[in-house]
């Protein structure tokens, strides 16, 4: 085998494919949106019947015992950190962030709790209580996908934005947001910590949702890890219906091994699913899935680096 034979290289792993990019700038400071100033000046106190939930609120879920645990805090310590609300009525007024310390209020049985007046319109609420929650980083990954999702879709906001006012990556992002191709009871799975987000994320490389449901089955009752999973070869009945619509899947199989090793790194890397379909005498193409246009860009920059 020669040094310029493909298969070599591809032998050696992405370094071969692929040049080393150089490290990345810190990311920028995020834009301190949903804090509000400790300053006492800012908390009044307002009777507990007086705040009303936030309908924009992006948790679904109150884990009942970190809720209860929050319970015993504030009976011992009380409400430390003061809720965020805007008045709508002369005696209610809406959460913008603070949900889970007014119900632990609630159930520890005080009256009275200190609050944060704020005025908002409904744009700037939203994005306060969907900021605020990203950055207390408490939401199953569901939770956290579909905020992000609310902050582009309601919000009108790049993953760049999104990132720059959470402080997250805009990988981290993008990567979250796939989470919500997955059927909806796998998305409950996942929020109900049946699966990690890892786990969740190996699924997107299977196409169709009937195996994404066998596979997660199989996760729960057997304990799989992620890596079991983006080695799992499909149930024999499920390749021979692939075999018969699909020719380029049934060949990827008998793909030769420093091929498929090279396939796993770059699905690894890239974060999507990868394909490299030979040719004869040594050419081919690789195939590179994307879902929206971020992830498209996503994929680029892990490539080629950041624009200079």
């Not at 990019?21 to 301190?32: M, T």
């Not at 009976?75 to 310390?101: H, S």
């Not at 075999?243 to 699905?267: M, Q, S, W, Y």
Request: charged share 30%.
């Amino acid at each position: 085998m020669t040094r310029n034979d493909p298969r070599k290289a591809l032998g050696k792993g992405l370094h071969a494919l692929l040049p080393p990019r150089p490290p990345a700038p810190p990311p920028a400071a995020p834009e301190p949106v949903a804090a509000a100033p400790a300053n006492p000046a800012n908390t009044h106190t307002l009777p507990i019947d007086y705040l009303t939930p936030n309908p924009h609120q992006p948790r679904r879920d109150f884990d009942a015992a970190a809720l209860a645990e929050l319970t015993q805090s504030i009976e011992r310590d009380g409400v430390i950190q003061p809720i965020i609300v805007r008045k709508a009525a002369a005696t209610e007024y809406q959460i913008i962030a603070g949900e889970r310390r007014w119900r632990a209020a609630k159930a520890a049985g005080l009256e009275e709790v200190p609050v944060i007046i704020r005025s908002a319109d409904d744009h700037q609420v939203l994005e306060l209580a969907l900021v605020e929650n990203i950055q207390r980083e408490d939401l199953n990954p569901i939770e956290l996908a579909l905020a992000f999702h609310r902050m582009a879709g309601e919000l009108g906001m790049s993953h760049d934005q999104i990132g720059h006012k959470t402080g997250k990556e805009r990988t981290t992002i993008t990567n979250s947001v796939r989470l919500l191709q997955l059927p909806p009871d796998i998305q409950e799975m996942v929020a109900r910590k049946q699966l990690s987000a890892g786990h969740a994320r190996a699924l997107l490389k299977f196409d169709d949702d009937q195996t994404r449901r066998e596979i997660a089955a199989l996760c729960v009752a057997e304990g799989w890890s992620v890596r079991q999973i983006e080695q799992f070869t499909k149930p024999a009945a499920v390749h021979e219906k692939k075999e018969k619509t699909n020719p380029t899947e049934a060949a990827e199989r008998g793909l030769d091994p420093n091929v498929r090793f090279a396939i796993e790194e770059l699905e690894r890397v890239l974060g999507t699913r990868v394909r490299i379909l030979e040719r004869s005498r040594g050419a081919g193409r690789i195939e590179i899935d994307y879902y929206d246009p971020d992830d498209l860009d996503r994929i680029y920059t892990q490539i080629v680096g950041e624009s200079q």
